[in-house]
């Protein structure tokens, strides 16, 4: 007999008969003739209800002894549930105890501090919070991918291991190898230059993309910015498609297209998990997801939206000018209170964004674009690339930028160069507005952070 789900017997119609079920003592109640046991498997959000007999064999050490956070497996026949909240409940047939769990068991039925939970991050999953999370987290890596694939994207794999910055912020974790405490430098490192861990998979994105026309990355990224914010940490994941024969306008179409995919997404397929989000974590959140599903998204230039924040009669912490990039403050105003949806800005100051993107015809601005949303402010931001040989090598003097180390970049534009163009989806921020949850060291199951890389 296989194993069942607790969610897929609690969501059945008829009844499911006999079952085997595998999980975890959420709560237990004892009385002289039978036991109430809570069991939930990870599956969703619910726990369900057991009733073991004890006339059971084994009752005394396969159910009595069973507390909080011990593992079993029972079998049993599903009935329908005497108590509200559930259709169904198991008359167990037989318990088994498989691991038990001591005293101290952190998880106890009642309220922890997110500060503690990260502190106990092997087991916080256990919880209704990050159980909810992690599911909706993994929902929604296969809708990336389902997302691209269903539009004839091709999944590449770029290295995390790298020796070029792609930001030219030179915020980079080092690669070396060490002989005792001695690093190895110059000729003796192991790449014989230096390495790094990768800020970005784009720039060798763009080579397959001028080969397979469009592609797109999904994996780990590396900032080592000193950053103790609710949105920064130190490694997280990155959505990064490119597309050929692409402009900005294209790439802002695919960006907006794809947020309001993922977002219906998850209405539809994580609606217990959304649910329980809106009540306990943001009142408001369902409203909003459905409002982005629903509503056309807005665009304006940067200049145009700098002049709209100057032009505001708002006191931001951060004085908005020319010239300088948006602060969190400053987007979130334009998609909470102004415009009261998403919003894409585009064509930003050229001083201000890497040496890859395309400069507009008045030699000023770039063509770039950031999609912002509410509650997080940007969520992704992309450009079309600079795809004229002479302007590139150009950026890469204006940048102090050493061309040899991009000479297979540049070999794209001498060989069969086009129009193409890319963005990036910052997946932990993406999953932050979906849930609601404030921190981003809350939606990664290990979060790395200035000073911190436990577990």
């Known amino acids: 007999m296989p194993n069942s789900r607790i969610v897929d017997i609690l969501k059945s119609e008829s009844e499911p008969g006999d079952v085997t079920?595998?999980?975890?003592?959420?709560?237990?109640?004892?009385?002289?003739?039978?036991?109430?046991?809570?069991?939930?498997d990870g599956s969703c959000l619910a726990n369900i209800q057991v009733i073991a007999d004890a006339t059971l064999a084994g009752y005394e050490e396969n159910v009595v002894s069973l507390k909080t956070g011990a593992s079993l497996t029972l079998t049993g026949k599903v009935v329908r549930s005497q108590g509200k909240g559930q259709l169904w409940e198991i008359?167990?047939?037989?318990?088994?105890?498989?691991?038990?769990?001591?005293?101290?068991y952190p998880l106890q039925k009642k309220g922890h501090s997110m500060e503690f939970m990260r502190s106990i991050a092997h087991l916080r999953p256990r919880s209704n919070l990050f159980g909810a999370v992690f599911r909706v987290r993994s929902r929604m890596a296969y809708a990336i991918h389902q997302f691209f694939q269903e539009r004839g994207f091709y999944y590449v794999h770029t290295p995390v291991i790298t020796s070029s910055d792609c930001e030219g912020a030179g915020e980079m974790f080092r690669v070396v190898t060490m002989d005792g405490e001695e690093i190895k430098t110059g000729e003796e490192e192991f790449f014989h230059k230096p390495a790094y861990l990768t800020v970005s998979g784009q720039l060798e994105g763009e080579t397959f993309a001028c080969a397979l026309s469009n592609i797109y990355t999904f994996g780990p990224t590396f900032r080592a910015e000193n950053s103790h914010t609710s949105r920064h940490a130190s490694e997280f994941w990155m959505v990064e498609p490119e597309i050929a024969f692409c402009d900005l306008e294209g790439d802002m179409n695919l960006a907006e297209e794809m947020i309001k995919y993922l977002v219906s997404d998850a209405l539809e397929t994580c609606a217990d998990d959304l649910a329980f989000f809106n009540q306990f974590v943001d009142k408001g959140l369902l409203e909003r997801l459905q409002s982005v599903r629903d509503r056309s998204f807005e665009r304006i230039t940067y200049t145009e939206a700098v002049e709209l924040l100057q032009g505001s009669g708002k006191k931001f912490e951060y004085p908005v000018e020319y010239g300088h990039n948006l602060q969190s403050e400053h987007e979130r105003y334009l998609t909470e209170e102004h415009f009261k949806c998403p919003t894409t800005v585009y064509n930003y100051p050229k001083a201000i964004k890497p040496?890859?993107?395309?400069?507009?015809?008045?030699?000023?601005?770039?063509?770039?674009?950031?999609?912002?949303?509410?509650?997080?402010?940007?969520?992704?931001?992309?450009?079309q690339r600079e795809e004229r040989l002479d302007i590139l090598e150009a950026n890469f003097k204006e940048h102090d930028l050493d061309e040899e180390t991009y000479s297979w970049y540049v070999d794209l534009r001498r060989y069969g160069t086009v129009p193409h163009a890319g963005f990036g989806l910052g997946f932990e921020?993406?999953?932050?507005?979906?849930?609601?949850?404030?921190?981003?060291?809350?939606?990664i199951p290990f979060p790395r952070t200035p000073g911190s890389a436990e577990f």
Do not use: H
């Open 21 to 40: 079920v595998n999980g975890w003592v959420r709560t237990k109640r004892d009385s002289k003739a039978f036991s109430f046991i809570e069991v939930n």
């Open 91 to 104: 008359q167990a047939t037989s318990v088994e105890m498989l691991g038990a769990a001591e005293e101290d």
């Open 355 to 383: 040496f890859y993107m395309r400069k507009n015809d008045d030699g000023k601005t770039v063509a770039a674009m950031d999609l912002l949303v509410p509650g997080i402010g940007e969520i992704v931001g992309g450009s």
């Open 429 to 443: 921020r993406l999953l932050m507005f979906v849930t609601g949850v404030a921190n981003i060291r809350d939606v």
